[in-house]
């Protein structure tokens, strides 16, 4: 599983020129699920990125998590984060799950992130979306499977 996370003062996703999710300050997050992911994965990333002190606080320092600034999230599929460029110019995907099994793992993580955050927008599933953001920072962090192997999470 990868998630790249974008803090952001705005995003939104549209398709075929109509706006299908739009969110103010927050997370734009993009996720590429693997063929080996699970629920128990899913579960991980999840409570990482919801947990991610990577908002400021009166300080100026990044002490502080989504719920603690009332942030919004956006969720996109993004299939093209397993793509393997090692061979060739043209990038292979046959580490990204399978699109029934990603859809329904990706369903799973926007399920469980409505559970924690108050306002979770979503792209759709497989389609051809543009994704315009205003990045706040810039801060981007990328969580992969190495997260899995640390001791804390």
């Given at each position: ?90 990038p292979g995907f046959t ?53 899995l192997k640390k001791g804390?999470?």
């Amino acid at each position: 599983m990868k998630f790249v996370i974008q803090r952001v003062l705005e995003s939104k996703v549209t398709i075929d020129g109509e706006t299908v999710g739009s969110i103010g300050r927050g997370l734009m997050v993009l996720i590429g699920i693997g063929r080996d992911d699970t629920k128990e994965t899913a579960d991980k990333f999840v409570r990482k990125m919801i947990g991610l002190r990577i908002f400021e606080d009166e300080e100026g320092k990044t002490n502080l998590a989504l719920k603690d600034v009332d942030g919004q999230l956006l969720l996109i599929s993004q299939f093209t984060l397993y793509a393997d460029c090692r061979r060739g110019n043209r990038p292979g995907f046959t580490d990204a799950a399978p699109p029934a099994e990603a859809e329904a793992l990706y369903d799973y993580i926007v399920d469980a992130c409505r559970r924690e955050v108050s306002v979770v927008q979503t792209g759709a599933f497989g389609a051809d979306m543009k994704v315009p953001l205003v990045n706040d920072g810039p801060f981007t962090i990328v969580l992969d499977e190495s997260i899995l192997k640390k001791g804390r999470q």
